[in-house]
């Protein structure tokens, strides 16, 4: 048990380092995308260009990490997941099914669509895979807040599981909400950190010119 516990917090720990970076960042890249848009300014582009190859990777990186972290469940915590699985592994499918392809759909259009997409359909996905990744997020902390305060589910004696009654009360759980906020704001102060830190270090190196960061 001690070494379960120690893989998948090493496992866990460095998967949500991508997320995090990644939520904040979208909707970063979506008003940068919309400054572009609405004033022509080049700066926007610039900025936004180079943000785009940085969000792809970690969005990759992301994705690798947490398919490790999902087969842990099974692999690390077998006995747990089949005595939660239909109550903690609804939230989860509702992330891979819904937030996560539309994330990623909408991502793929937003990437590859740039010279293919009108301007404002192609903000538009950006926007859209911004949304997802936010919903992603939402539905993974609704998952983890059941196991904090477990609602809207009954033990089965007969069966020796829990049993999911109402779906909407794991959704709306008052640990969801509160912990959805906290993380919201996580995500937005670690992309903004890091986003920050690289413009900074890139004004003060002398390997970018001043013309870099100076308005078209």
Known sequence: VLLSRIQFAFTVSFHIIFPAFTIGLAAWLAVLEGMHLRTGQAIYRRVFEFWMKVFAVSFGMGVVTGIVQEFQFGMNWARYSRFVGDVFGAPLAMEALVAFFLESTFLGLWIFGWDRLSPKLHLATIWAAAIGA?????????????MQHPVGAI????????????IWAVLTNSTTLAAFALMNASCRNTSSSEIRSTLCSKATSNSVSSDTLRPA
């Open 134 to 146: 936010t919903l992603s997020a939402y539905f993974i902390v609704a998952a983890n807040s059941w």
């Open 155 to 166: 033990y089965n004696a007969e069966t020796g599981r829990a049993e999911m009654v109402d």
